[in-house]
């Protein structure tokens, strides 16, 4: 018989089941960025929420830990977070958790929880024990310090957890959801509603038309304009001096700086020296 483990996850063969992503126990994380934990398992639960793979939460003791994240919860409007009432590390020590589990049919169990080296941990090996296929989510999973995490993960790999990333899960549904062909990709729409194309003859118009110390700025301000009707300016009838400047000024004109555009706001006119660039000159007004 091959081993189960070589099947890869799909939407139909998969579950996910959370441990304990409450506000104390988030405080308590320093093995990683706990906002890097918090995005990992929220991606987790999003695929799930998107592929309709069957999604279990659980919490401890909600009056001192706090509810369940509620970024998560909202994916699953009016499903309930399980809490349990048997004080341990273990989830499936509270029958219903283990019986909303078996409830699904489901023998890929896709796992993560707070903190790595106990709850994480101790329901992934039980996990085993009941006859799962056992996957762990180890980036969206985090401990008291480093060494906890990392030695909490061998743990479970040693006992024959598979350690994976919030990715697999996104993906691997994806592939069976299509029936294993390449889904065809929408034409996208030559320019955003919501923008207005910017010719380059606009910009070279702005460009010389504005003062010699408000041009750089102008040129950076011209692009990120939005919902502005405009004309585009016929480039054959100008004269070709202009055409020559239109063309220095966009593709050879050094950006301003964050300094030049700070001063710009302030009120302050450039020179432009041959040996150090623009320099402040004055305050308008003077």
């Given at each position: 018989?091959?081993d189960?483990k ?25 093995s990683?960025d706990?906002?890097a ?7 987790a ?7 309709k793979?069957?999604?279990v ?6 009056e001192?830990?706090g509810e369940?994240s509620?970024d998560?919860?909202d994916?699953f409007?009016?499903q ?7 004080p ?7 029958e219903r958790?283990l019986?909303?589990?078996?409830k ?16 994480f ?8 024990r ?17 060494d ?7 743990r479970?790999v ?6 994976i990333?919030w ?5 691997c ?7 294993g ?8 729409p ?16 702005e ?9 750089r ?16 300016v016929?480039?054959?009838r ?5 055409v ?9 004109a050094p ?6 555009r ?6 302050v006119e450039?020179?432009?020296t ?8 004055r305050?308008?007004?003077?």
């Amino acid at each position: 018989m091959a081993d189960p483990k070589l099947e890869l996850l799909t939407a139909q063969n998969s579950l996910l089941l959370l441990v304990d992503y409450q506000p104390a126990m988030f405080k308590g994380v320093g093995s990683s960025d706990r906002n890097a934990i918090r995005n990992s398992a929220l991606a987790a639960a999003k695929a799930a929420q998107i592929l309709k793979v069957p999604t279990v939460l659980t919490s401890i003791w909600p009056e001192g830990n706090g509810e369940f994240s509620k970024d998560i919860t909202d994916l699953f409007l009016g499903q309930e977070v399980i809490v349990r009432k048997m004080p341990g590390f273990d989830a499936f020590e509270d029958e219903r958790v283990l019986q909303a589990v078996k409830k699904t049919g489901r023998k890929k169990l896709v796992v993560s929880g707070l903190w790595t080296s106990m709850c994480f941990a101790y329901t992934a090996i039980h996990a085993l024990r009941e006859g799962f296929d056992v996957y762990g989510l180890i980036d969206a999973g985090g401990d008291a310090s480093l060494d906890a995490h990392n030695y909490g993960v061998q743990r479970m790999v040693q006992v024959g957890v598979v350690p994976i990333t919030w990715m697999p899960p996104r993906s691997c549904p994806c592939r069976s959801s299509t029936g294993g062909r390449r889904p065809k990709a929408r034409a996208l729409p030559p320019t955003s509603p919501n923008r207005t194309r910017v010719s380059p003859a606009t910009i070279a118009r702005e460009r010389i038309s504005a003062p010699r110390s408000t041009t750089r700025s102008r040129a950076i301000a011209c692009w990120t304009r939005s919902r502005r009707p405009r004309q585009p300016v016929s480039v054959k009838r100008l004269p070709g001096g202009i055409v020559r400047t239109m063309c220095y000024r966009m593709f050879f004109a050094p950006l301003p700086t964050v300094a030049e555009r700070l001063h710009h706001e302030a009120g302050v006119e450039y020179q432009r020296t041959p040996n150090t660039g623009m320099q402040p000159t004055r305050p308008r007004g003077y």
